[in-house]
């Protein structure tokens, strides 16, 4: 049997021709000499050349089905690399004989060739995806396959081909020390690997190598991944800061705008508080200046006559002395009632007039008013009735009720003729019929109960439409003569209007010059 080997190192078991002896007389590969013992051939039955066709490596067991979702990962190689390092050539051709026909997982195997340490390293370089190492230890040296073995691992760093150790002198490298110090698989004696051994040696490691190259591609899978993770986590911390960069510009522009917005609001609403209490002031000033005159009116009678009495007391008659005393009365009780309008007034506006509402019948309230006003009927010849039913019970401050009917009626007997007459009555309303005489500003208002509409109308001399614009508004000071010249004060209807709203309701005027005249005012009707 010659010696000859392929320089390349590779050889391909797809062809089942591919293994041809050099040698003429080695084509029968009979292994019949005393040196068989030491090529790992244990007996005759059982030798790695001697294969029965019903009994080939190639055939898959069932741990390979297995396997076979597996198979199909294009991860893996398309064939088993194995490289077969040992100096002895007929152990290169016994083993390629052995495993010519093996396949697993669908796959067969590319044999790669060393000689020799040297020769195992170089190839290992060039092939680190070597599934299987079957490594000698004692080659061009005692330890060649050890070194091997520490080269692929130490230098090449790498931990994925698996090496098993086939020798023929065992005390050459122990197997406890090799296998803790070395890196090793698998170890073996030449004579332990018969062909059954090579088969479950060639499958048990084949399967942990696809394993481990399965596992080996995750992992690199798994740090690109997690390169790519950390890459994109860089990138959303960027995106972030910037984000962040751009919520605080953001709440920075809009805590400017709403300030800005603020300080707008701010500014109008001043302004309009500035324009109403201008207006206010106005008006106010205006009203004081008109009352101021009012009230230096009544004084000049009432000083020019009582001037005169001590004068003219022993030239005047008793009937002169009555009418002086009627006149210095009126001036006096004009400037009373003046100064009590005010009083009332003022205190409206300060606050000080306290809102006490409460259920009260309002045929009593209107009662007393009549009671009160009965004497300044008769005297004028005026009929003064009190038409309001009984059973009317409403929800109001009583005082500023009593004070809105007594102010109603005086003034209507003051602009009522001798003979004429003034009617009180009253109705119940629905809240939709308030709604509706309210301002259109004032639609919205939510009303939730009925009211009482109360009337004062009177046969007197009416009031003009020009002039009914000018009622209920205080910078106006709208007065007139009565049918007696009585003098009005010019604050009662105000008062009246800001103690009828201050009950929930309102108060308007319906008139024709000439005609009569009826004020009417709504108060909220008691559950």
């Not at 010696?3 to 009979?30: C, F, I, R």
């Not at 990138?235 to 510009?249: G, H, M, P, T, V």
Request: glycine share 6%; net charge negative; charged share 30%.
């Amino acid at each position: 049997m010659t010696d000859k080997y392929n320089p390349t190192g590779l050889v391909d078991n797809k062809d089942d021709d591919t293994l041809m002896l050099a040698d003429e007389d080695d084509d029968a590969l009979m292994l019949a000499d005393e040196d068989d013992d030491a090529l790992g051939l244990a007996d005759e039955d059982d030798t790695l050349g001697l294969a029965d066709e019903d009994d080939l490596l190639g055939l898959a067991d069932e741990d390979e089905t297995e396997s076979a979702k597996s198979a199909k990962d294009d991860r893996l190689p398309d064939t088993w690399k194995i490289m077969i390092v040992d100096d002895d050539h007929e152990v290169h051709a016994i083993t390629q004989l052995a495993l010519k026909r093996f396949t697993y997982e669908g796959k067969g195997l590319t044999m790669i060739q060393a000689y020799s340490g040297a020769e195992a390293k170089e190839l290992i370089t060039q092939h680190p995806d070597t599934a299987l190492m079957l490594l000698d230890v004692v080659m061009e040296k005692n330890d060649a396959g050890l070194q091997v073995a520490k080269f692929i691992r130490t230098d090449l760093n790498n931990e994925l081909v698996r090496i098993i150790l086939r020798t023929g002198q065992p005390g050459e490298a122990p197997e406890e020390s090799v296998i803790v110090d070395y890196d090793i698989n698998d170890y073996r004696t030449k004579l332990e690997l018969t062909r059954h051994k090579l088969f479950t040696v060639m499958v048990a490691t084949l399967r942990s190598y696809r394993d481990l190259l399965t596992i080996d591609t995750n992992r690199k899978e798994l740090e690109n991944l997690y390169k790519d993770l950390a890459k994109r986590n860089l990138q959303l911390e960027d995106i972030n800061i910037r984000l962040q960069k751009e919520i605080a510009e953001r709440k920075r522009l809009e805590a400017i705008r709403m300030e800005q917005e603020r300080l707008r609001i701010q500014n109008q609403f001043l302004e309009r508080e500035a324009q109403e209490l201008a207006k206010l002031n106005a008006d106010k000033d205006k009203f004081f200046s008109i009352v101021a005159h009012d009230l230096k009116g009544p004084f000049q009678p009432l000083l020019g006559m009582s001037e005169l009495l001590p004068i003219m007391a022993d030239d005047i008659t008793p009937n002169d002395i009555r009418e002086m005393g009627d006149s210095i009365y009126r001036s006096a009780k004009n400037i009373y009632d003046l100064l009590e309008n005010l009083l009332q007034w003022s205190r409206m506006q300060m606050g000080r007039m306290t809102y006490q509402p409460q259920k009260v019948e309002l045929q009593e309230i209107a009662l007393q008013s009549v009671k009160l006003l009965t004497a300044n009927a008769s005297e004028k010849g005026i009929i003064l009735d009190n038409n309001i039913d009984e059973g009317m019970v409403v929800n109001a401050d009583g005082h500023m009720l009593d004070t809105v009917i007594r102010n109603l009626v005086s003034n209507a007997l003051k602009f009522t003729p001798k003979g004429g007459s003034i009617t009180l009555s009253a109705t119940v309303r629905a809240k939709e019929e308030l709604i509706n005489r309210l301002p259109s500003s004032d639609k919205d208002v939510t009303i939730d109960h009925d009211f009482i509409e109360v009337s004062i109308s009177d046969t007197g001399i009416g009031i003009s439409q020009e002039d009914i614009t000018k009622l209920f508004r205080i910078e106006k000071h709208h007065t007139t003569l009565g049918t007696s010249n009585e003098k009005g004060t010019g604050l009662g209807l105000i008062i009246c209007q800001e103690m009828v709203e201050h009950n929930g309701g309102c108060i308007w005027v319906e008139s024709e010059l000439g005609k009569g005249t009826t004020f009417k005012f709504t108060v909220p009707q008691a559950d």
